[in-house]
């Protein structure tokens, strides 16, 4: 039987309740933003006893529906001040959903300076005092963890940057290597784990593949949709999701040096077919899996020219974010700062776009390795810069009085310029998660639009942010494609999971109503719809292409009324 | 005729217009308001060309009406995002008044790094070049502009603060020495005029007191109107401001230690008694008006044991914000404070505030004199500390991870504790400006309510802030008492002054519609009713007295609706 586990930090109690029934449809996201928005004040302090954080993994996850391995974290978000969902692959959904457990729900605080290891175990979910655990990193806790519970055991921990309660930790998840490499990247996550007193949660057993309701049908859908995916998205087994350095940069829309320009001269340097060519080099690995049952394998391991590790899951977002829009061109230097950022549990993507606003302050010069290493070190380390850094973009430029801030709703945006990506840009614009790619990315081709023109992209965004969330309600990696043309088969994987007899366009209602529910929690947080907006320099400041974001604000407010 | 004069820091012209019918009943907050409403994009960057900074003289203010001659200087406001009037004294208001001066509209932005002095005299307007003035302090431009100009003119001026662009930076206006002591602090003007490069404006005429549409009555009302507030205010013009300490520390709800206690036992050392004490010891003064025709004289000459000036318009809030708050019980020292936030150009409130949540962080010993120099000075010298402080409470308190951030839409809360004052409370959660006490202050026994039961104070609060915001239209100084008492007498001094005939009640609706301008602002800004709450440490955790804030979330949401 599937239930929800409850563990409270005031009492140090763990109890298991049974599912609601209204919640049968819900996982991932869904299910985080649901419980959420009912149980969390939406003005509780982000870091208080009020907040909760909550751990679903996806309606899929478990089974063996590819690429279903996700899992949602949520809570109110330290960055956004938000409701916020962060999405992580890695081995830890699976080994949680077949445990049977729906829901993770940690609510309450523990005593200042407390930390604790939540331990999974087949019939069994307990506390345990982690002192000596303290101000370890992801890395020293995965190898920690992998040898008292032995390799298969699955992982969630925080590094020192989610102890610190930094608005830009993360929460990592184990990788099929045990390595911490798997980051729940976005809003700070980490900061309310933090809070809550909880160093890492170890799932012991694996359990047993999920049953759907309707096994014979899903296994069909299954068998075909993982063939497809197969084929279909071999650029990104080939070469990792890094093969989107070419194709953006092509179309003008690359970050490069606090979104100053679109393109970048040099970007070959570090685009996929050189981290896939470094990989082969170096005995590293292309085509890598986050979870069993992936078939798309996007993920690489990455060494360096003398064949040792340096990281692994070096994604396009942490290439742009600390690479070209930081200045900096070299991608063994960037893959060593992915693992620090991994390592101390810190979102590549907030932490690079808070450099880059550091660098336009005049802080570090753009492209200044060495500066950045040792800044990303302070922000663990707890300097007065380390902890403004750590707050993200939004407030580091607001300290440092930086005009250009490529922030929505106090979250930076990710590695594609809303300029020359329009779709992508509504989304940043709209979603209730702040500037999040994830939330609805329109990537080149992917809407039928010219991403270049404004007109229709609201509606394209809008499409897409439910297609989304149905991944990540579905537990699917997005990259299946939150797309029309994938509709029709997470429906049907929807209903043989469920034994429900859902229409593709209902399906598209549950998707939609969970952002309506997040939606009416930030608004509840003061977060209202004319927070709707990028901001003004995108719209003042032309690209080289000429391109500025223009699309209607009245629009954009407007998107999910 | 009257007139207003556009500024335009593009491209550095100066032009006349004549003022639209529909202003007629408007001035000050009514008129700043209004024209940013209009004006100015919600959504704009408050330090980008988009934002304006209007200067309006209240409706009455260049009259013999007595205590009229307040001013407001409105913009979108980089401390809360929100729109912003901040409400001062000193001789500038009247003087542009009486030229004819309904309100300065300064927009756009010049080149970066320029600075420039605003002429204005009987017949001209002119921007001249100030590079000699870059840098300068308040009272390093005071004694400047007196030297060239001559005693009888007036400024406004900002310091180092407004010309670092602070958020904490304040306009000075100079007083009747010729001193910048009198402050529009609230909000951060001071930085949007130092981004439109305007170091100072001088009005080097005082031009001819205005004459009311039907003068006979109009001065019969101000004679019984001044008698009655000479006669009735004599604590005021005893013990200054500062009379407040000890009636508030009675009531319980005086700031100490970052609104951790709510008494002081050492009250009597910082109380207005002991300033008077001083002052008449020490050749100082109190009873000291800030602008011709003010009949209750608040303010204050404050002198050292020797005799020699320390500062002056040493005020109740910064006595509680740089003192009490921040565990300082030193009047002398707190007066030095005052001097340094006056001549850099900070706001003592928001910058008290920000010092003692650093405090609560550790940063410094609350009580530390020597340490909050310093960081003073850092404030304007610029290091990351100062940037930090420079941005308020609400910042500082976010970046170093401080739970307990008594701040509104981003705006500290002054020196009432609203957990004993609810009212007061009410009107920092609910005013769109913010956590301002000016904006409709619930003094004790000033409602007829039980200060410390929640029970009425919305409508009280509301009451008090159409009130107050009647007042700032007017340029009546809020001192004369916001109050149903005065209504009557102040509708006289409306109709006599502009020739209508408005009821009391018609009075209201216009203030009304003044505060459902900003709220409309506020809102397009994205800033909903939501935000209308204060901070979660004020509901949860007791003063002695066991007392918490425990007014309705919904009906303060709902206070404006």
Known sequence: MSKIIRVNMNSLSVTAEEVPQEYRCLGGRGLTSTIISREVLANCHPLGAENKVVIA????????????????????????GGIKESNVGGTAGQALARLGIKALVIEGKPE???????????????????????GKTNYEVGEYL??????????????????????????????????????????????????????????????QSLKPANEAKFNEVVKSFAGELADGKKALTNYGTAVLVNAINKVGALPVNNFRYGTLEEAEKISGETLAQ??????????????????????????????????????????????????????????QLDYMCDNYGLDTMETGAALAVAMEAGVLEFGDFKGMQRLIGEMVQG??????????????????????????????LSAYDPRGLKGTGVTYATSPMGADHTAGNCLPGRTGLDDRIAEGQIAASREIQVLSTICDNLGLCIFVGPVKGNLETMTKLFNYMTGNDYSPQKLMELG??????EVAFNEKAGISKYQNNLPEFFRTEELHSGLVFDVDEEELAAIFA
């Open 146 to 207: 992998t040898a008292r519970y032995g390799k298969g055991a699955a992982y969630i921990s925080i590094g020192p940057g989610g102890e610190k309660q930094l608005s830009v930790a993360s929460v990592a998840v184990g990788d099929l290597e045990g390595r911490p490499t798997r980051h729940a990247g976005r809003g700070g996550m980490g900061a309310v784990l933090g809070s809550k007193g909880i160093k890492a949660i170890v799932i012991t057993r694996q359990g």
């Open 57 to 80: 993994p996806g309606l899929l996850t478990g089974t063996k529906a590819p690429c279903s391995g996700r899992m949602s974290i949520g809570a109110k978000s330290p960055l956004t």
């Open 278 to 335: 470094n990989c082969a080099e170096r005995r590293g690995k292309t085509g890598h899996g986050c979870h069993r049952g992936c078939v798309i394998r996007c993920s690489n391991i990455y060494h360096d020219a003398n064949g040792n590790y340096i990281t692994a899951a070096l994604e396009y977002e942490t290439i742009v974010l600390l690479g070209s829009n930081c200045g900096l061109t070299d991608l063994d230097r960037i893959a």
């Open 112 to 134: 200042e300076g407390q930390q604790y290891l939540l331990e999974i175990g087949e019939n069994r979910v307990r506390l345990q005092e982690a002192r000596d655990l303290q």
């Open 512 to 517: 939609e109503s969970i952002i309506k529910k």
């Open 383 to 412: 300097t007065l810069l380390g902890k403004l850094l750590g707050q993200g973009a939004y407030v580091t430029g607001k300290v440092l009085n930086v005009d250009r801030i490529p922030a929505v709703k106090g979250q930076s």
